[in-house]
């Protein structure tokens, strides 16, 4: 069987189980040949496999970030289809090889930035991992921590709790009072009590 024909949508299946059973196999086997053939077919005229190979590909990212990291000039043009699947998944891409090949993603930090600006929650919420990764690099820790803060500041209410409790890690002495005061600055406009508390907890730890 071709790589194609391994995807869910070739199988007739609409969960993502073939997916992810593809993308364990070329990550095992570290198969340049199959991610070249899932890179092609993001242009597929099926949309259902340009979907899968998406899929496939960030999955692939996440167990074995080397695989897909010379195809990010291809992850990057996606940030802007209109297929929003593409998109996020794209974001998703990027988000998998962060930790391992930060330079190529914090040289492309604006095009991200903005992507995140226009996209989905799916898409914010990669942008914001992607910064908390670049975050912990000291070359980079300054600049993306000044974004992160940006996007606390602007984040939708119901996704502020999630970033703050994921923005832990990444907290130190010399950065913690700019984060306490963000989402200090935050909390009145969080309606639901549940999702402010959670904000509320964070500030106690980081306190």
Same mark, same amino acid.
């Given at each position: ?24 196999? =070329? ?7 199959? +991610? @070249?053939?899932?890179? !092609?077919?993001?242009? %597929?005229?099926?949309? $259902? ?78 942008? =914001? ?7 912990? +690099? @000291?070359?980079?820790? !300054?600049?993306?921590? %000044?974004?992160?803060? $940006? ?57």
């Amino acid at each position: 069987m071709t790589v194609i024909e391994k995807l869910a949508s070739s199988l007739n299946r609409r969960d993502e189980e073939p997916n992810i059973e593809l993308a364990i196999q =070329v990550a095992d086997q570290n198969d340049e040949s199959a +991610v @070249k053939e899932l890179i !092609e077919n993001l242009t %597929n005229k099926n949309k $259902n496999i340009q979907n899968d190979c998406i899929k496939v590909l960030y999955e692939i990212g996440e167990r074995r970030p080397s695989l897909i990291s010379d195809y990010t000039k291809e992850f990057f043009s996606l940030l802007e289809s209109k297929n929003n699947r593409l998109q996020w998944g794209a974001m998703t891409a990027l988000n998998s090889i962060t930790s391992d090949f930060p330079e190529i993603i914090f040289s492309n930090i604006k095009k991200i930035i903005v992507a995140g600006d226009n996209g989905s929650v799916i898409t914010k919420d990669q942008v =914001v991992n992607i910064l908390i990764k670049l975050c912990s +690099v @000291k070359t980079y820790a !300054e600049e993306s921590f %000044n974004l992160l803060i $940006n996007q606390l500041v602007k984040s939708p209410t119901n996704q502020l709790p999630m970033y703050a409790e994921r923005s832990m890690s990444i907290i130190n002495e010399e950065n913690k009072n700019l984060f306490i005061e963000t989402l200090t600055s935050r909390l009145d406009e969080i309606e639901k009590e549940t999702k402010r508390k959670r904000v509320e907890k964070v500030i106690k730890k980081i306190r």
